[in-house]
């Protein structure tokens, strides 16, 4: 999900550019960069992940303009990194994916905005949810956090992309509907299953990679 060309106005370009550069000046100061730096683990992990994704995001269906489809991804990397380096995780596949034409530099703000850190805060944000109603099945942590945040993470960029699209007059609300709304259910599922299924093989494996993990909690 991204924009391939400049569908904003210069009003919407600028709000999330400003929007973009407030979480990821968040995101850099609240990162622990002396524990990144002593744990080559931590930092294989962020530096595959942006790999991982660069290659992902080349894959995607394309739609009306603007409205194109890729894999997010960003909500198994949340779990793992937490949310702050997962934005630069993503960010860093973005710049894979301007670098080999797929998407334009002009539109970097707009893409990381939707594309990286609104699905990295959502994912976070349920992360916290599922953490405070201190569920003591390990279960809930897989399916909370990983099938169901990254359905609702999904939806929810999608959403703010397409009044994103409306608003700047693209298209109207009847052709949003029709050319991505009534999908979104679709997308949501193979988002959450591939996220999930991924988050039950590390929690099997390798549960030290969830970063996110309090493995103290359940029982």
Known sequence: MGMTENLL???????????????????????DWQAVRRDNTLQHTFFGAALVLGFLWQLRAGLSPGLSIHVFGITVITLMLGWALAVLAGLLALVITVITGREPLLMFAANGLITVMIPALVSHGIMLWER???????????????????????????????????SSGVYDLSELVHEYLRYLP?????????????????????????TTLDQRRYR
């Open 9 to 31: 106005s210069t009003t919407q370009w600028l709000i999330t550019l400003v929007l973009f550069l407030l979480i990821l000046v968040r995101a850099v100061r609240i990162i």
């Open 132 to 166: 405070h109603k201190n569920f003591k099945n390990f279960f809930a942590y897989i399916f909370v956090c990983g099938f169901f945040g990254a359905g609702v993470a999904v939806a929810a960029a999608g959403i703010v992309m397409c009044l994103l699209l409306w």
């Open 186 to 210: 679709l997308f949501m599922i193979p988002e959450g299953f591939a996220n999930g299924a991924f988050v039950t093989g590390l929690m099997v494996f390798h549960p030290d990679r969830l």
